[in-house]
């Protein structure tokens, strides 16, 4: 896994990672398996990212933060472009946790929010 490093350049790389939080050490992975996927492909040419046409069908959990429940949202629905409408609008939403909202209420209309976008989207489409 480590050619063309030396023992030294081993020993380094192992301490490092020690010392890392498991994020990060999962963000290091990531980077790698990254770095591996596009020397395997040189000189092919890279695929576009695929978005789906429809939904991505992540649960609601039965206990979930409001700040949690956008980014669920926004992982379930990748087709939804973050751009300054929706953040916005996203952050409005949001405001109601601060003026005393439940984290359910709040959820509630972000998904209402989000679906809306995505008929918005799917209608743009067709």
């Given at each position: 896994?480590l050619?063309?490093f030396?023992?030294?350049e081993?020993?380094?790389?192992l301490?490092?990672?020690?010392?890392?939080q498991p994020?990060?050490q999962?963000s290091v992975?990531q980077?790698?398996?990254f770095?591996?996927?596009?020397?395997e492909k040189?000189?092919?040419?890279?695929l576009?990212?695929?978005?789906p046409?429809?939904?991505?069908p992540?649960?609601?959990?039965?206990?979930?933060?409001?700040?949690a429940g956008?980014?669920?949202?926004?992982k379930?629905?990748?087709m939804?472009e973050?751009?300054?409408?929706?953040?916005g609008e996203?952050?409005?939403?949001?405001?109601?946790?601060?003026?005393g909202?439940s984290d359910?209420?709040?959820?509630t209309?972000?998904?209402?929010?989000?679906?809306?976008?995505?008929?918005?989207?799917?209608?743009?489409?067709?």
């Amino acid at each position: 896994m480590l050619m063309g490093f030396g023992d030294r350049e081993k020993k380094q790389l192992l301490a490092l990672w020690r010392e890392l939080q498991p994020q990060e050490q999962k963000s290091v992975l990531q980077f790698a398996q990254f770095l591996a996927s596009r020397q395997e492909k040189e000189g092919c040419e890279p695929l576009p990212p695929t978005i789906p046409d429809t939904p991505l069908p992540i649960p609601r959990p039965e206990v979930e933060s409001a700040v949690a429940g956008l980014k669920r949202l926004k992982k379930s629905y990748p087709m939804i472009e973050a751009d300054e409408q929706v953040l916005g609008e996203a952050s409005r939403i949001l405001m109601g946790k601060v003026m005393g909202a439940s984290d359910a209420e709040v959820i509630t209309q972000l998904e209402t929010f989000f679906a809306d976008r995505y008929q918005a989207w799917k209608a743009r489409r067709s």
